[in-house]
């Protein structure tokens, strides 16, 4: 399936992050975006805390689409300027003791729990087996209450015949839910500890890194067409770029001069971040 980009329904600050890598509004800025301080540090936490901007943030909410065209509305020569302070007030917000700390215990909340079982795989398997056995009975004794004692004793007949065979079948299935959980759980573990780093610096460190290289090669000058069905996107006529990344599709948006702003922000701000 194409990717697109939706016409401007996109949402502002996840726009601007993309431009800051992980930034929203500078607060020299805030009058021309008609932005708020209180939102915008609000938006910035949101998405600093969600791992990081993705691709589902960025379309399709309106709460502060009011700032995204104020954005857009401004001269070209003065993006570029935005954007930098954009960088400026986001690195100043971002980079407390308190700020981090509060990352932190937001991390942990995501952290994904391990199973817990309160019985052995063998304790399992024999609560398993009684229940079954409760049950078969129950039905045998239900065959009696209506005179149907020749099929009471069938039924406890192949119960009996059948308990010691399925029993290696349950035990294996308790193991391998279990063995799936467990894998289950280290691969959460795996994804958690890749989207949420340790610390906020180190955070930022994989979002810039990951602007820079998803935006090095913008062709600002390519063509869009619409493309129109349940909703109406806008597509690259070179269907390479529709393959591109959401930072690289997103940027073409913003334009030359905030994306190059941005850029030389982001690689700078890079070199005062840990490596990994």
């Not at 193991?175 to 573990?189: L, S, V, Y």
């Amino acid at each position: 399936m194409r990717r697109s980009i939706q016409i401007p329904t996109m949402l502002v600050c996840a726009g601007l992050v993309t431009v800051a890598g992980v930034a929203l509004v500078a607060q020299s800025a805030l009058g021309a975006i008609a932005t708020t301080e209180a939102d915008a540090r609000e938006w910035v936490k949101r998405t600093v805390f969600a791992g990081g901007p993705t691709s589902h943030i960025l379309f399709g909410e309106d709460g502060v689409s009011h700032a995204l065209e104020a954005f857009k509305k401004l001269p070209a020569s003065a993006r570029g300027p935005a954007t930098t302070q954009l960088y400026a007030w986001t690195k100043t917000y971002v980079s407390t003791p308190a700020f981090n700390a509060e990352y932190v215990k937001s991390r942990e909340a995501q952290r994904p729990q391990p199973p817990v079982y309160t019985e052995t795989v063998e304790q399992e398997l024999k609560a398993k087996v009684a229940k079954e056995s409760a049950d078969q009975e129950q039905s045998a004794k239900n065959a009696e209450s209506m005179g149907m004692k020749d099929a009471a004793a069938q039924m406890r007949q192949q119960w009996a015949a059948m308990r010691d065979q399925v029993i290696p079948a349950w035990r294996a299935e308790i193991e391998e839910r279990r063995k799936q959980e467990k894998d289950g759980f280290d691969a959460g573990i795996k994804e958690w500890q890749e989207r949420y780093p340790p610390d906020v610096p180190r955070l930022l460190g994989r979002i810039l890194r990951e602007f820079l290289e998803n935006t090095a090669d913008i062709d600002f000058a390519a063509k869009q067409h619409v493309e129109r069905g349940n909703i109406v996107l806008m597509a690259f006529d070179n269907d390479a770029y529709n393959q591109k990344p959401w930072q690289w599709k997103l940027s073409y948006f913003w334009g030359p001069e905030a994306i190059a702003a941005a850029r030389t922000a982001a690689a700078a701000w890079l070199k005062e971040l840990p490596a990994k």
